[in-house]
């Protein structure tokens, strides 16, 4: 736990450039509904990350300041 | 050196979060969140010996542990709170954002009322 883990932001990011792309492209092809999808399917995905990084923040704080 | 190691990622956060956010504001959102999660955890896992620290010297010198306790329990509501206010605010909920900092402020107050309660006994015991 002692090491910043940037391969996680990196994760994100590509990510959310995949989703930008393929948003593009489907919206070029006029299949707005498909990008809106898929939109929403990223944002899903990221947040499963987010849940469980906010839940490591939580646990940390708890054991360093001993709230339980 | 872990300094340079934190303002690397925040800048490389910050160039992928500018690329994204033209096109996907939501996603540029959660990834500057990620990004800000990420280096709070590592900053408070750094906090960690200094805490142990205090905590020891508070033992040499027979403080109230209690006192010490509501005090890092303080601090450690102090933090999550304003990591949840910052988050509201970067996505543009500022009535959220006063909210989650209002609760923080009342489940501090909470905490303070014993040493609020103490000091008023000591005084009571001092005064004829």
């Known amino acids: 736990m002692d090491l910043l883990n940037v391969d996680m932001l990196f994760k994100l990011a590509g990510i959310g450039i995949l989703i930008m792309v393929f948003t593009q492209v489907l919206n070029q092809a006029e299949k707005k509904e498909q990008a809106q999808l898929l939109t929403l399917a990223g944002v899903v995905i990221v947040m499963i990350f987010i849940v469980k990084l906010i839940g490591d923040l939580i646990n940390t704080v708890r054991s360093i300041f001993n709230i339980y | 050196m ?97 909210k989650v900092e209002l609760a923080g402020k009342v489940m501090i107050l909470v905490l303070a009322v014993p040493i609020i309660s103490t000091i008023v006994n000591t005084v009571e015991r001092l005064l004829p």
Request: with cysteine; charged share 15%; hydrophobic share 65%.
């Open chain 2, 2 to 98: 872990s300094i340079m190691q934190i303002v690397a990622l925040a800048v490389v956060a910050v160039v992928l979060i500018v690329i994204i956010r033209q096109e996907r504001p939501e996603l540029a959102m959660q990834l500057s969140m990620v990004a800000g999660l990420i280096i709070i955890v590592f900053v408070l896992w750094k906090l960690a010996g200094v805490i142990k620290v205090l905590e020891r010297l508070a033992l040499r010198a027979e403080l109230n542990m209690v006192f010490l306790s509501a005090l890092l329990k303080i601090i450690g509501i102090a933090y999550i709170a304003e990591f949840g206010t910052q988050v509201c605010r970067d996505a543009g909920e500022n009535a959220l954002a006063f």
